[in-house]
């Protein structure tokens, strides 16, 4: 009788820890594919900027330091070789984007030009879909990372080193504050 208790406790405990490593399988591969899916909308926007940046340079040539930043930002978030240089870049870019959407605001003739008006509707939808792949990706990092820091299935997280993800936000207070364009 006990030998058959013993069979069935050591069933239960090799049925909880299939279950509890195939759950936390299924939360990293939602992490990852939510960031590709991001990702998307994310090189989207890196192929728009440069159109965006040729026409604005057409009529604010003299700010060539404004465009030169959205490059940078541009190019820096492109070439990140892990999520978190990818989350700072992303941060950078975002804040030289507002920059140069503010500069625009002082061209009247660049406001109407329908290039550079389809262009910004473009990327304001594009940014809209970031936003939210963004959110959904932080969910899914949320719930990934509470699976591997909770009792009893952290036990299965560290014995098969799932490792906790970062989550996309805004790192530097700077970039939650409104940007001012002075001439």
């Not at 590709?36 to 057409?58: F, G």
């Not at 990372?145 to 989550?167: D, T, V, W, Y």
């Amino acid at each position: 009788m006990v030998k058959w208790i013993l069979l069935i406790v050591l069933i239960a405990l090799v049925v909880w820890i299939i279950a509890a490593y195939n759950g936390l399988v299924k939360l990293k591969n939602k992490c990852e594919e939510s960031f590709s899916t991001m990702d998307v909308y994310l090189k989207k926007r890196y192929d728009m900027i440069p159109n965006l940046v040729e026409t604005v340079k057409a009529y604010a040539a003299h700010e060539s330091k404004t465009l030169e930043g959205v490059i940078a930002a541009r190019n820096m978030a492109m070439n990140a070789s892990s999520t978190e240089d990818r989350i700072k870049g992303e941060n950078m870019l975002q804040g030289t984007l507002r920059s140069l959407f503010a500069v625009s605001e002082a061209y009247p003739q660049l406001k109407a030009d329908t290039g550079f008006a389809d262009l910004r509707n473009q990327l304001a939808h594009l940014e809209d879909e970031i936003a939210s792949s963004r959110k959904y990706y932080n969910a899914v990092v949320r719930q990934y990372n509470s699976k591997i820091e909770m009792f009893p299935s952290n036990l299965i997280a560290s014995a098969f080193h799932f490792n906790r993800r970062s989550m996309f936000e805004v790192n530097d207070p700077s970039e939650r504050e409104n940007v001012r364009v002075q001439f």
